[in-house]
């Protein structure tokens, strides 16, 4: 008889590889070529926000769809958080005047890139969710 962590251990451990190379390899990048790019250098000082450990946590638990998605969402909201929020940051700097007050200034100098890097993975773990549902319903009617 097995359990909910013995199930699938072939897949559970090709997901794991898996996404611990995509966070792994990230990770590297980010503290080696692109540790003076803002979101990838705070996200890995931050520890990717411990990201990772709801994936692995997902693939223990057999919701191997779903961290795949967060995988997935983490890697592809971190290119998005950093490219959008430059290019907010860079049209609102243009906003600063020298009649700008200081606090004015540091909202308008606000880099969004981690809010979008972490909306970007909330979308996907919901959109994660919902391909599991859709693919255990499946599996129920075969």
Same mark, same amino acid.
């Given at each position: 008889?097995?359990?909910?962590?013995?199930?699938?251990?072939?897949?559970?451990?090709?997901?794991?590889?898996?996404?611990?190379?995509?966070?792994?390899?990230?990770?590297?990048?980010?503290?080696?070529?692109?540790?003076?790019?803002?979101?990838?250098?705070?996200?890995?000082?931050?520890?990717?926000?411990?990201?990772?450990?709801?994936?692995?946590?997902?693939?223990?638990?057999?919701?191997?769809?779903?961290?795949?998605?967060?995988?997935?969402?983490?890697?592809?909201? #971190?290119? =998005?958080?950093?490219? !959008?929020?430059?290019? $907010?940051?860079? *049209?609102?700097?243009?906003?600063?005047?020298?009649?700008? /007050?200081?606090?004015?200034?540091?909202?308008?100098?606000?880099?969004?890139?981690?809010?979008?890097?972490? #909306?970007? =993975?909330?979308?996907? !773990?919901?959109?994660? $969710?919902?391909? *599991?549902?859709?693919?255990?319903?499946?599996?129920?009617? /075969?």
């Amino acid at each position: 008889m097995s359990n909910i962590f013995t199930r699938n251990l072939k897949n559970k451990t090709i997901a794991l590889i898996a996404s611990a190379a995509v966070f792994g390899i990230l990770y590297l990048l980010s503290m080696t070529l692109l540790n003076k790019v803002y979101l990838f250098k705070w996200a890995a000082h931050n520890l990717y926000c411990y990201v990772w450990v709801i994936a692995a946590v997902l693939i223990v638990f057999d919701k191997l769809i779903v961290s795949y998605f967060v995988t997935f969402g983490n890697l592809v909201g #971190i290119l =998005i958080g950093q490219l !959008l929020g430059d290019l $907010i940051r860079s *049209q609102r700097m243009k906003l600063i005047t020298p009649e700008t /007050t200081s606090n004015e200034e540091y909202f308008l100098s606000y880099h969004y890139g981690a809010l979008i890097w972490m #909306i970007t =993975i909330l979308v996907c !773990l919901a959109a994660g $969710i919902v391909a *599991q549902i859709i693919s255990g319903k499946r599996k129920q009617n /075969t």
